[in-house]
């Protein structure tokens, strides 16, 4: 079974950048979709961006599309979300998934899920 683990949030403020990484054990990283989700105080989880294990094609939800990034080190078995450009209304718990499919993760599931790490943005 696939074990995420995420870290890298923190308190920054507006304009700033975090850099959050999620490690994967097992060394079947390679054959997972990852993704990064998000959920905000008072509203419900929304999918943020995701990455293929195929061809490391990516999806961002419009939200977030040109401040963020995400990204994968195969090698390190860790899958990355580096946030520029940061907006108080991107404070949120962000998690890490995984699936067999990126489309899955586009939609919402995911096999494998992280305990979340806390990003909050101060104006």
């Known amino acids: 079974q696939v074990q995420l683990v995420e870290s890298g949030g923190g308190l920054v403020q507006a304009g700033g950048s975090l850099r959050l990484s999620c490690a994967a054990s097992g060394r079947t990283f390679s054959s997972y979709a990852m993704g990064w989700f998000r959920q905000a105080p008072g509203k419900e989880r929304e999918f943020v961006s995701a990455?293929?294990?195929?061809?490391?094609?990516?999806n961002y939800a419009d939200s977030v599309k040109g401040r963020f990034t995400i990204s994968r080190d195969n090698a390190k078995n860790t899958v990355y979300l580096q946030m520029n450009s940061l907006k108080l209304e991107d404070t949120a718990v962000y998690y890490c998934?995984?699936?067999?499919?990126?489309?899955?993760?586009?939609?919402?599931?995911?096999?494998?899920w992280g305990q979340g790490t806390q990003v909050t943005v101060s104006s």
């Open positions: 990455i293929s294990w195929r061809d490391g094609s990516t």
């Open positions: 998934a995984a699936a067999q499919l990126r489309a899955a993760l586009t939609n919402g599931r995911g096999d494998y």
